[in-house]
């Protein structure tokens, strides 16, 4: 039963990221992409070092593998958030649950090989993308091809994170993490907006950003990002990513509820068979005949 209790905690995490889509959007339509995410994970850092500090727990190291998990974040929730800006939340959040596929295609630099099965999986969730797509908006399928390209990061993210879980303490991983990704998320809205807003206006958009900024600081990075990091100790990176591709159902289901984004037939059917080919393509293999 112990092992289940990992599993749950997977699939919490990916209930408060599918939510987080909302939050994302709305905070998007206040500030630039970059500084939300700047803002978010540096919440998220705080966090988790006043956490460290209440629970008592010993000095936090700093490694190499913590921080190049920080640009990986970096770079996968930059795609995403960027792409947000334009696309729906339900449709990137199954776009990005594609990572589950990408995840075992990863596998291939451990020298795996690639199943019929797997390419079957392949074909059907990128037939459900394109049925998710509206193509007569050039700019809308090119927001969700950043969000796939993420995707491909968050596959990444998920392999990194199990590649150094047991080299270094959960608080210290998720903060080296949290603390790069903000920095560099700054540095770059930083860039983008000098001299284009001044600090009353700076402030009060932050302000009008503040609900979707707690959200996704406290619950998307502090807890449910600790979460993953927490719980991929125990579960490997396949059943993760397998647990992990449900925050597209959470963020359908939001999108609908909070931002009433319109769910049609063809968006259904994309959902459908993405679902199908996500769940296919980690499906356990037949095993081998004794001798």
């Given at each position: 039963m112990?092992k289940?209790?990992?599993?749950?905690l997977?699939l919490?995490?990916?209930?408060?990221?599918?939510f987080a889509f909302?939050?994302?959007?709305l905070?998007?339509?206040?500030?630039?992409?970059?500084?939300?995410n700047?803002?978010r994970?540096?919440?998220?850092?705080?966090?988790?070092?006043?956490?460290?500090?209440?629970?008592?727990?010993k000095?936090?190291?700093?490694?190499t593998?913590?921080?190049?998990?920080g640009l990986v974040?970096f770079?996968?929730?930059?795609?995403?958030?960027v792409?947000?800006?334009w696309?729906?939340?339900?449709a990137a959040g199954?776009?990005t649950?594609?990572y589950?596929?990408f995840v075992?295609?990863i596998g291939?630099?451990?020298?795996?090989?690639i199943?019929?099965?797997?390419?079957m999986a392949l074909?059907?969730?990128?037939?459900?993308?394109?049925?998710?797509?509206?193509f007569?908006?050039l700019?809308?399928?090119?927001a969700?091809?950043?969000v796939?390209?993420?995707?491909?990061?968050?596959?990444?993210h998920?392999?990194?994170?199990?590649?150094?879980r047991?080299k270094?303490?959960?608080?210290?991983?998720?903060?080296n993490?949290?603390?790069v990704?903000?920095l560099a998320?700054?540095?770059?809205?930083l860039?983008l907006?000098?001299?284009?807003?001044?600090e009353v206006?700076?402030?009060?958009?932050i302000?009008r950003?503040?609900w979707p900024l707690?959200?996704?600081?406290l619950?998307?990075?502090?807890?449910?990002f600790?979460?993953?990091?927490y719980?991929q100790?125990?579960v490997?990176?396949t059943?993760?990513a397998?647990i992990l591709?449900t925050?597209?159902?959470?963020a359908?289901i939001s999108?609908?509820?909070v931002?009433?984004?319109?769910?049609?037939?063809?968006?259904?059917m994309g959902?459908v068979?993405?679902?199908i080919g996500?769940?296919l393509?980690?499906?356990?293999?037949?095993k081998a005949?004794?001798?």
């Amino acid at each position: 039963m112990i092992k289940y209790k990992y599993h749950f905690l997977l699939l919490l995490t990916a209930a408060i990221w599918g939510f987080a889509f909302v939050a994302q959007r709305l905070g998007n339509a206040h500030i630039d992409p970059f500084l939300f995410n700047g803002l978010r994970f540096g919440i998220g850092a705080v966090s988790v070092w006043l956490l460290a500090l209440v629970s008592g727990t010993k000095a936090i190291r700093f490694s190499t593998g913590g921080l190049l998990l920080g640009l990986v974040l970096f770079t996968a929730s930059s795609l995403q958030q960027v792409g947000l800006v334009w696309t729906t939340a339900g449709a990137a959040g199954f776009i990005t649950g594609l990572y589950i596929v990408f995840v075992p295609l990863i596998g291939l630099v451990r020298k795996q090989a690639i199943s019929p099965r797997l390419i079957m999986a392949l074909v059907l969730s990128l037939g459900g993308l394109v049925l998710m797509n509206d193509f007569s908006d050039l700019t809308v399928s090119a927001a969700n091809g950043l969000v796939l390209i993420g995707a491909v990061f968050w596959a990444v993210h998920v392999q990194y994170t199990d590649k150094c879980r047991q080299k270094q303490d959960t608080l210290s991983l998720v903060i080296n993490q949290y603390t790069v990704a903000a920095l560099a998320s700054l540095l770059v809205s930083l860039v983008l907006n000098w001299d284009s807003l001044g600090e009353v206006e700076l402030l009060y958009r932050i302000g009008r950003a503040g609900w979707p900024l707690l959200y996704g600081g406290l619950f998307s990075v502090g807890i449910a990002f600790s979460l993953q990091a927490y719980a991929q100790k125990h579960v490997a990176p396949t059943p993760a990513a397998l647990i992990l591709c449900t925050e597209g159902v959470f963020a359908l289901i939001s999108g609908f509820l909070v931002l009433k984004e319109r769910i049609d037939l063809s968006s259904v059917m994309g959902a459908v068979l993405i679902s199908i080919g996500m769940i296919l393509a980690l499906l356990p293999g037949k095993k081998a005949n004794p001798a």
